[in-house]
């Protein structure tokens, strides 16, 4: 089994930065690949990031894409999400996500393990 812990969240204004980390334990963390999603007040849960096992690959949601930045220390047992240019529509509950493969996904069903969530707001 196991445990995520999302940490980072906030209240940021439009433009800055901020990053996300996720503390994994239980199992050896480069075991499976993770991703990150979030979910704004009344919408669905939506795809972010996400990062290999080895972290050699990654892929991006458009929205984000240029902005934000996901990566992993294995030997921290730690996933990140460097998010630049901040825009009030990035306003949601993030959760970082693990699954037992170790290449990446977009849909929130092919994860197994779910962190849960820190808020980040974003205001103009």
């Known amino acids: 089994q196991v445990q995520l812990v999302d940490r980072g969240g906030g209240s940021v204004q439009a433009g800055d930065s901020l990053r996300l980390s996720c503390v994994a334990s239980g199992r050896t963390f480069s075991d499976y690949a993770m991703g990150w999603f979030r979910q704004a007040l009344g919408k669905e849960r939506d795809f972010v990031a996400a990062i290999s096992w080895s972290g050699h690959s990654t892929d991006y949601a458009n929205s984000v894409k240029g902005r934000f930045t996901i990566s992993r220390d294995n030997a921290k047992n730690t996933l990140y999400l460097q998010m630049n240019s901040l825009k009030p529509e990035d306003t949601a509950v993030y959760y970082c996500?693990?699954?037992?493969?170790?290449?990446?996904?977009?849909?929130?069903?092919?994860?197994?393990?779910w962190g849960q969530g820190t808020q980040v707001t974003v205001s103009s």
């Open positions: 996500a693990g699954r037992d493969r170790s290449w990446t996904a977009r849909f929130s069903h092919e994860y197994d393990y």
